[in-house]
């Protein structure tokens, strides 16, 4: 069990670590598992000599371990070397392989920069015509919203599993059958979901799916994209025909492994109801603040429908930032962005209807695979501490640090 495992060394000594929605520490096994491809097991894997033939092996394990996580076929795997370049392969490649004069793409407000950025340039530069959805104020799509925005010139609908700020969890089944009923494919984005819930792409019903290896505990650089057997993509990278022709470049095999062990990693932790864990800590996290904090704190997002390790909350009168400044000790996240010391709210929770004060009094909390019950009381007394602490200062203007 996962609760059971040694102390990571890279958290050793260092602040409680809550920001696991950004970035994994690499787990060791997934190190080791890389190791020699680093070292011995150099070779091309399209060689035809026996230096290629181990990389080669390894690259049809790793395929294989990644389609087994989302319930895939090795075959509709994808490498590539980011999330943001796997949805680039999803958007960019439907958009240009279709037949539609002026192709319409729909999305919604809370994606991630990846996909609106991406959306947005297909507009552009490819004259392709741009719909993005609202969501409530839990931040979900409403089906009929969708159903009501397609038409016959839709070639592609990408809406993410799960929210990387609030953790919402989409209506990923029925936004997909109401994309197919018309004629369209289904991207989804499952950067934030892969590994932390139970994902199956035939019963989500996703025609192209993304996975990022940096959130399931493998280093940077390392993704892939699940593309249904039978649907046309335009190449992200041309060139000399790997993954299927979709991304040219002689293959990463280190981080094809490190993404293959991670993934094999991640099934057997779900299997093993590792993910529960972190729901009963992070429910507790979020008790204690509210005893310490009482009738201050304020929950973000879904209060069930989301990932099981994700606590977006507010603690009214505090901006966030303040809060995590009085909390060193505590590595984690607010959703607001910060230019020459100026704050700007979240683009999520003003998606989802928060004023600019709500929105910049956000705090992300994101457990993962080290996180312990030790470290959740450390941080539920640190966090409660600041926000005591910072609500006896002089009011606060919006807009200023």
């Known amino acids: 069990m996962t609760h059971l495992l040694p102390p990571h060394p890279g958290l050793t000594g260092g602040p409680v670590y ?21 070292t011995d097991h150099f070779g091309n894997p399209s060689s ?9 092996r390894a690259l049809t394990a790793a395929r294989a371990q990644v389609a087994e996580l989302i319930g895939a076929r090795p075959g509709e795997i994808v490498l590539t070397a980011s999330g943001s370049e796997a949805d680039l392969l999803a958007l960019r490649g439907a958009t240009l392989a ?7 793409i729909i999305t919604q407000a809370t994606e991630h920069p990846a ?13 392709a015509r741009l719909t993005v959805l609202p969501v409530d104020r839990e931040g979900l799509v409403d089906p009929a919203a969708l159903t009501a925005a397609l038409d016959e010139d839709t070639v592609l609908v990408s809406v993410m599993a799960a929210n990387n700020e609030t953790g919402a969890l989409q209506p990923v089944r029925e936004l997909a059958d109401a ?16 590994g932390k819930i139970p994902l199956d792409v035939r019963e989500l019903g996703a025609d192209l799916l993304t996975v990022v290896g940096h959130k399931m505990y493998a280093p940077k650089g390392a993704a892939a994209l699940f593309v249904r057997d039978g649907v046309r993509l335009e190449p992200v990278v041309y060139g000399g025909g790997q993954e299927h ?17 991670a993934a094999r990693i991640a099934a057997d932790d779900l299997a093993a109801g590792a993910h529960e864990r972190i729901r009963g800590l992070r429910d507790e996290l979020h008790h204690r603040l509210v005893d310490a904090l009482p009738g201050r704190v304020r929950l973000n997002g879904p209060a069930d429908r989301r990932l099981p390790n994700t606590l977006n909350i507010g603690i009214d009168g505090v901006p966030g930032h303040r809060v995590l400044d009085g909390a060193p000790r505590i590595a984690a996240s607010t959703g607001s962005a910060c230019h020459s010391g100026t704050h700007t709210p979240s683009p999520v929770l003003t998606a989802m209807g928060a004023d600019p004060a709500r929105a910049l009094e956000a705090v992300r909390l994101s457990l993962g695979r080290w996180t312990t019950r030790d470290e959740i009381a450390a941080a539920a007394t640190a966090i409660a501490a600041a926000a005591t602490a910072t609500g006896t200062t002089a009011p606060y203007t919006a807009g200023t640090r």
């Open 98 to 104: 279709s037949t539609r004069t002026r192709p319409h």
């Open 245 to 261: 022709g979709l991304r040219a470049g002689t293959e990463n095999v280190a981080l094809a492994v490190a993404l293959g062990a």
């Open 48 to 56: 035809t000599h026996p230096y290629g033939s181990e990389p080669r």
């Open 18 to 38: 809550l920001d696991y929605n950004a970035t994994t520490p690499v787990d060791p096994r997934v190190v080791e598992a890389m190791l020699p491809h680093l």
């Open 179 to 194: 994309a197919h009923r018309a004629g369209a494919l289904f991207h989804c984005d499952a950067a934030q979901a892969a």
């Open 115 to 127: 996909i609106l950025a991406t959306c947005q340039a297909l507009e552009r530069l490819h004259d």
